[in-house]
């Protein structure tokens, strides 16, 4: 079947590859894809690829997302698909779960949390997190701050508007707050005075592919379709599984 063709090409590293480098858009016809943060870790470029090799008259643009694009980017129609995370609340968008992953805190190494093997969210709620701009979707404040785990409280944030991982990244080792992110996000990013330490009671997460709802092209379509079989049938092989610690492990 497809997949079964695209399995070796999906496993084989990419070559460069930028912005806009796969040529011009014809109206209509050409497919320009979001990327939040690192998207949807190692499936993020295997499925670029395999949609490269399907549909190669297809032009494609890649497009880096910060954080006050979770939802306005496709919205706004500056994309047609994105991988994301967490999954919009907008009706107007679809998505399907490419990876479900457990969370982690970024931690300035200097913080008495950096040693830690894990957190609970009992340990985060009461410390200061990195602040985000104005224009961030309500889903994504959620997802950052683990609203879900606060009781209604509002969490302590510093004043800066974090935008992108490095700003995360700079601002934790600065020693400004903590952030959040998926686990996979280890495997990406590192930065001088930044521990990744596990959360081992916060709900665990989906990183999604997104696309307007109204939105029926047939290359929206086809790289929809590609992603959810790429990410059921070599998700478990492409994305290695979380090691966490023992809950009594601390």
Known sequence: DAVADLRGDAARPAGPRGPGTSGPRPDGDGLRVGIMVHGSAELTPAILRAFRRARPSTPVTVVSLDFTE????????????????????????????????????????????????????????????????????????????FAGGRNGEPPRLSPEGVRTPQDVLTGTAAGRGLSSGLYSFVRFYSWPGVRFVPLLDAPWEHSVLAARRDDTRPAVRAFRSLAVALARDLGPALVPPPRLPSPDGR
Do not use: C, K, N
């Not at 994301?84 to 982690?104: K, W």
């Open 70 to 145: 979770h939802v306005a980017a496709l919205v706004e129609r500056r994309v047609d698909v994105a991988f994301l995370r967490p999954p919009p609340d907008d009706e107007r968008i679809v998505y399907d779960a490419m990876t479900t992953e457990p969370r982690i805190i970024t931690v300035p190494e200097r913080s008495p949390l950096a040693d830690a093997p894990a957190l609970r969210l009992a340990d985060i709620v009461d410390q200061p997190f990195l602040g985000l701009p104005d224009g961030v979707s309500r889903a994504f404040r959620d997802y950052l701050y």
